[in-house]
């Protein structure tokens, strides 16, 4: 057996100053070979400052870095390739017109002696590299036709073509199914196997702790803790991360459910799902459960009137509502959260106030002019409630920090005054404290007599915060179950079509 | 304690430097300043005020295409619906039609035309660009068609003082028809809800549909606004040239584009002012009213627009270069 003298990667007491800031202060980081490193942290620990280092992005502004005991200067972001440092991040930097070989040897064709472009030895190459991650992807397939399950693939096996010995992922699972996920483990075990070293940025605890090796926790900054994974568990890791005891990460409430509200009969739409029949009591909180591409989403923004459904009824409290557009949605109290908060939630370049009160801006004014004192009101008392961080009112909203962002989304919605609240994936690619924060806000909303349907790709999430969780698989309802009466086996089994 | 969220950040003096309207009325007034001492001429008052009939029929289109731009879209057909509508005022009015059907059918071929563009914009959801530059053949060629190598030169009493007449014998109406439906769509734009929606759905379109904007229905009346406008301003220019020919206005697209973009509203949408245009409109009119002045020919106030724009709107991006280079 070799023994090795050196870690992998190194990093001795790396800091990294932005104005006004501590990103990293004197922080250590070992990295083994042939290990799965599991960085944690909330939102703003300094995890994407440390990879940004790593990349070559950032420079540290003191500290080292050793690979294999050698003493390394990353300047930019090509030296760090040479080194053999490949990061997948989470918004991939794809290109979506063009194929999955050339994707893969983008920057880096292989040529002829003439200078042309080899055609036939990237195809073989491609073909031996994703036969080698057990992927079924053509090469001549263009990444936009690709799931996202597959694009990570296709960007593993880029890094691969580096001949990287450390590969960075930043959430790779944030928007995989748990089929994908399962698929993505497979080929992350055959990395570690081909004496890759692997650092795994994930903010599902769970996932972590299933494939990870080693740890290392990150808190303002700091380096809270550095370990092997069989030498801790959840609760800790939670502790480490929060810096406090969060004894429940879904604090629900307990509310009495009463009469049905809202219920969807038959609901058929050509190519995206026939058969969806379901219905919602006031104050309950109804789960949606499936892989990506099971049609829920496609169901939400079909009752929210942005598709035309085909046939079937939606009926709110014994009505029947005939929706053809997002305003009549949401004049009857139903509005709905999408989980592209960034594309679909948000007017970057607009003030946070108007952003507040987009949805209201008629009720708020009279003769088509606004008035400025409900206008005012309404965004402070949202503000206050949700506590939004901002300076002053015209500040855009793209200058807000993701979270803030996020509240922002949901302060607009709440000012509509909604009964039925559709959240799309309310807490994907946000950190522990915030997730706990919208778990005990969508409480609190029940509470007060709203209903909400939660779209989520977390099985604990749903377990934790609903009250009955409707299954999909390729676009029909597989099952409606009582959270209190199944298992998370049974959810599983149901979404993958068994 | 209850913590107070100003509306503002703190005033500083430095920020108004960065305003586009400042640039742009520093530019208007240098252009102002060095005409007057160039060209004794120049700030005479009469003079002035007859300048403005070179741009006003131009500017009316521009205060509603600022709209369509701001709301991320584009329409290069303005000119060609000024000839539909310009034939359609000579032809009504030489079968002998009443001065008021004359107006009202000219006015409704030019809501059609824009109509159409906005029916088959968001109808088949094909951008803005490509079908108003099939249109603007399109409308070019039923004018072309319908008139061959005729022209029309009698118009009602009406339409030609319209086009060359002043109010109290001092200001042009087309001018003055200009002022007021700047103040008008500044106050649209800038006061009324409608305005705050055209700048979201400028900024993000789907994002203000899935906030329960109807983008599709304000795509269609901006549309039908625009193709309005350049009736109007067919009206005002049959009546100043008292003559149409098929090529009227040919080539005005750009210019009225100019105009606005060079009032600092963002191409891609989702910012600009009225104030902006209405600046940038006086600064092209000064130059070249300044520049014919000096006998200087068509083409040399050609060059000087495209530098003009290309200068005031990369200004601020300039500063940044330049602050980033002495760093």
């Given at each position: 057996?070799?023994?090795?003298?050196?870690?992998?990667?190194?990093?001795?007491?790396?800091?990294?100053?932005?104005?006004?800031?501590?990103?990293?202060?004197s922080?250590?980081?070992?990295?083994?070979?042939?290990?799965?490193?599991a960085?944690?942290?909330?939102?703003?620990?300094?995890?994407?400052t440390?990879?940004?280092?790593?990349?070559?992005?950032?420079?540290?502004?003191?500290?080292?870095?050793?690979?294999?005991?050698q003493?390394?200067?990353?300047?930019?972001?090509?030296?760090?390739?040479?080194?053999?440092?490949?990061?997948?991040?989470?918004?991939?930097?794809?290109?979506?017109?063009l194929?999955?070989?050339?994707?893969?040897?983008?920057?880096?064709?292989?040529?002829?002696?003439?200078?042309?472009?080899?055609?036939?030895?990237?195809?073989?190459?491609?073909?031996?590299?994703?036969?080698?991650?057990?992927?079924?992807?053509?090469?001549?397939?263009?990444?936009?036709?690709?799931?996202?399950?597959?694009?990570?693939?296709?960007?593993?096996?880029?890094?691969?073509?580096?001949?990287?010995?450390?590969?960075?992922?930043?959430?790779?699972?944030?928007?995989?199914?748990?089929?994908?996920?399962?698929?993505?483990?497979?080929?992350?075990?055959?990395?570690?196997?081909?004496?890759?070293?692997?650092?795994?940025?994930?903010?599902?605890?769970?996932?972590?702790?299933?494939?990870?090796?080693?740890?290392?926790?990150?808190?303002?900054?700091?380096?809270?803790?550095?370990?092997?994974?069989?030498?801790?568990?959840?609760?800790?890791?939670?502790?480490?991360?929060?810096?406090?005891?969060i004894?429940?990460?879904?604090?629900?409430?307990?509310?009495?459910?009463?009469?049905?509200?809202?219920?969807?009969?038959?609901?058929?739409?050509?190519?995206?799902?026939?058969?969806?029949?379901?219905?919602?009591?006031?104050?309950?909180?109804?789960?949606?459960?499936?892989?990506?591409?099971?049609?829920?989403?496609?169901?939400?923004?079909?009752?929210?009137?942005?598709?035309?459904?085909?046939?079937?009824?939606?009926?709110?409290?014994?009505?029947?509502?005939?929706?053809?557009?997002?305003?009549?949605?949401?004049?009857?109290?139903?509005?709905?959260?999408?989980e592209?908060?960034?594309?679909?939630?948000?007017?970057?370049?607009?003030?946070?106030?108007?952003?507040?009160?987009?949805?209201?801006?008629?009720?708020?004014?009279?003769?088509?002019?606004?008035?400025?004192?409900?206008?005012?009101?309404?965004?402070?008392?949202?503000?206050?409630?949700?506590?939004?961080?901002?300076?002053?009112?015209?500040?855009l909203?793209?200058?807000?920090?993701g979270?803030?962002?996020?509240?922002?989304?949901?302060?607009?919605?709440?000012?509509?005054?909604?009964?039925?609240?559709?959240?799309?994936?309310?807490?994907?690619?946000?950190?522990?404290?915030?997730?706990?924060?919208?778990?005990?806000?969508?409480?609190?909303?029940?509470?007060?007599?709203?209903?909400?349907?939660?779209?989520s790709?977390?099985?604990?999430?749903?377990?934790?915060?609903?009250?009955?969780?409707?299954?999909?698989?390729?676009?029909?309802?597989?099952?409606?179950?009582?959270?209190?009466?199944?298992?998370?086996?049974?959810?599983?089994?149901?979404?993958?079509?068994? | 304690?209850?913590?107070?969220?100003?509306?503002?950040?703190?005033?500083?003096?430095l920020?108004?430097?960065y305003?586009?309207?400042?640039?742009?009325?520093?530019?208007?007034?240098?252009?102002?300043?060095?005409?007057?001492?160039?060209?004794?001429?120049?700030?005479?008052?009469?003079?002035?005020?007859d300048?403005?009939?070179?741009?006003?029929?131009?500017?009316?289109?521009?205060?509603?295409?600022?709209?369509?731009?701001?709301?991320?879209?584009?329409?290069?057909?303005?000119?060609?619906?000024?000839?539909?509508?310009?034939?359609?005022?000579?032809?009504?009015?030489?079968?002998?039609?009443?001065?008021?059907?004359?107006?009202?059918?000219?006015?409704?071929?030019?809501?059609?035309?824009?109509?159409?563009?906005?029916?088959?914009?968001?109808?088949?959801?094909?951008?803005?660009?490509?079908?108003?530059?099939?249109?603007?053949?399109?409308?070019?060629?039923?004018?072309y068609?319908?008139?061959?190598?005729?022209?029309?030169?009698?118009f009602?009493?009406?339409?030609?003082?319209?086009?060359?007449?002043?109010?109290?014998?001092?200001?042009?109406?087309?001018f003055?028809?200009?002022?007021?439906?700047?103040?008008?769509?500044?106050?649209?734009?800038?006061?009324?809800?409608?305005?705050?929606?055209?700048?979201?759905?400028?900024?993000?379109?789907?994002?203000?549909?899935y906030?329960?904007?109807?983008?599709?229905?304000?795509?269609?009346?901006?549309?039908?606004?625009?193709g309005?406008?350049?009736?109007?301003?067919?009206?005002?220019?049959?009546?100043?040239?008292?003559?149409?020919?098929?090529?009227?206005?040919?080539?005005?697209?750009?210019?009225?584009?100019?105009?606005?973009?060079?009032?600092?509203?963002?191409?891609?949408?989702?910012?600009?002012?009225?104030?902006g245009?209405?600046?940038?409109?006086?600064?092209?009119?000064?130059?070249?009213?300044?520049?014919?002045?000096?006998?200087?020919p068509?083409?040399?106030?050609?060059?000087?627009?495209?530098?003009?724009?290309i200068?005031?709107?990369?200004?601020?991006?300039?500063?940044?270069?330049?602050?980033?280079?002495?760093?």
């Open positions: 057996m070799v023994v090795c003298l050196f870690m992998k990667l190194e990093l001795k007491k790396i800091s990294k100053f932005f104005p006004g800031i501590k990103a990293l202060q922080v250590d980081f070992s990295l083994k070979q042939n290990s799965i490193h960085l944690l942290g909330e939102n703003g620990a300094g995890k994407s440390l990879v940004k280092i790593l990349c070559g992005v950032y420079q540290p502004d003191e500290g080292s870095i050793h690979l294999d005991g003493k390394e200067v990353i300047q930019d972001p090509t030296a760090s390739l040479n080194l053999g440092i490949s990061a997948i991040h989470q918004e991939s930097v794809m290109f979506d017109e194929s999955v070989m050339e994707n893969i040897f983008i920057g880096n064709h292989i040529t002829k002696s003439n200078r042309l472009v080899d055609w036939t030895s990237m195809e073989k190459k491609t073909i031996e590299l994703l036969g080698n991650l057990e992927a079924d992807i053509k090469p001549e397939e263009k990444i936009k036709d690709l799931s996202i399950a597959q694009r990570h693939i296709v960007q593993i096996s880029r890094s691969l073509v580096h001949d990287a010995d450390i590969v960075i992922m930043d959430e790779p699972t944030a928007s995989l199914s748990q089929k994908e996920i399962d698929e993505l483990y497979v080929i992350i075990r055959n990395l570690k196997k081909q004496n890759k070293s692997i650092i795994f940025i994930s903010h599902k605890l769970d996932e972590v702790l299933e494939i990870c090796d080693e740890f290392t926790v990150l808190r303002d900054g700091e380096l809270i803790k550095t370990d092997l994974i069989s030498n801790t568990n959840k609760d800790q890791l939670v502790t480490y991360m929060a810096g406090r005891e004894s429940q990460i879904f604090p629900k409430k307990h509310v009495k459910i009463e009469d049905e509200i809202f219920s969807v009969k038959n609901l058929y739409k050509k190519t995206q799902f026939k058969n969806i029949n379901f219905n919602l009591r006031k104050k309950e909180i109804l789960g949606f459960y499936g892989l990506v591409g099971s049609g829920r989403t496609e169901v939400m923004k079909t009752i929210f009137g942005i598709n035309k459904f085909d046939e079937g009824e939606v009926n709110f409290k014994n009505k029947n509502l005939n929706i053809t557009k997002p305003k009549d949605a949401i004049k009857n109290g139903i509005v709905y959260l999408s592209e908060r960034q594309n679909l939630g948000m007017t970057g370049l607009m003030s946070v106030k108007d952003n507040i009160n987009m949805a209201i801006m008629d009720k708020n004014s009279q003769y088509l002019i606004l008035d400025k004192l409900k206008d005012l009101q309404n965004a402070s008392e949202l503000q206050e409630k949700l506590n939004i961080k901002v300076s002053y009112w015209s500040q909203a793209q200058s807000l920090s979270g803030n962002q996020q509240k922002t989304v949901i302060a607009k919605w709440l000012s509509t005054k909604p009964e039925v609240l559709i959240l799309d994936e309310p807490t994907k690619g946000i950190d522990v404290r915030s997730k706990s924060a919208v778990h005990e806000f969508m409480g609190e909303l029940v509470d007060s007599g709203m209903s909400i349907i939660m779209i790709s977390e099985l604990p999430e749903i377990l934790g915060m609903c009250d009955r969780v409707v299954v999909m698989y390729k676009g029909l309802i597989k099952n409606i179950l009582e959270v209190s009466n199944t298992s998370s086996e049974e959810i599983v089994k149901l979404a993958s079509g068994e | 304690m209850k913590n107070i969220i100003p509306e503002n950040p703190p005033f500083k003096l920020n108004i430097l305003k586009k309207e400042f640039i742009l009325f520093m530019v208007l007034l240098s252009i102002i300043l060095i005409n007057s001492n160039v060209s004794p001429y120049f700030l005479d008052l009469y003079n002035l005020i300048s403005t009939f070179l741009f006003s029929e131009k500017a009316i289109i521009a205060l509603s295409m600022t709209f369509v731009i701001i709301a991320r879209q584009i329409d290069l057909s303005v000119a060609s619906i000024i000839a539909v509508s310009s034939c359609v005022l000579g032809y009504t009015t030489s079968i002998g039609m009443d001065t008021y059907l004359v107006i009202i059918f000219t006015l409704l071929s030019g809501i059609m035309c824009g109509a159409f563009n906005g029916f088959i914009i968001i109808r088949f959801a094909i951008p803005s660009i490509i079908v108003t530059i099939g249109t603007m053949s399109l409308f070019r060629g039923l004018a068609s319908f008139l061959e190598d005729q022209y029309y030169n009698k009602p009493q009406f339409v030609v003082s319209l086009g060359s007449d002043y109010l109290f014998g001092y200001i042009p109406y087309a003055l028809t200009f002022i007021i439906l700047s103040l008008f769509f500044a106050f649209i734009l800038h006061k009324t809800i409608i305005g705050k929606r055209i700048y979201s759905i400028g900024n993000n379109p789907e994002s203000a549909q906030t329960g904007i109807q983008v599709d229905k304000y795509t269609f009346v901006l549309f039908t606004l625009n309005l406008f350049s009736a109007i301003a067919a009206i005002f220019l049959s009546g100043r040239l008292s003559s149409v020919r098929p090529n009227i206005a040919f080539g005005w697209e750009l210019e009225i584009i100019t105009m606005v973009v060079l009032g600092g509203v963002y191409i891609y949408g989702g910012s600009g002012s009225i104030l245009v209405v600046i940038s409109i006086f600064i092209l009119g000064m130059l070249s009213f300044g520049l014919g002045l000096l006998n200087v068509g083409v040399g106030i050609i060059i000087f627009t495209g530098l003009l724009l200068l005031s709107i990369g200004f601020p991006s300039f500063i940044k270069y330049f602050r980033s280079k002495n760093e």
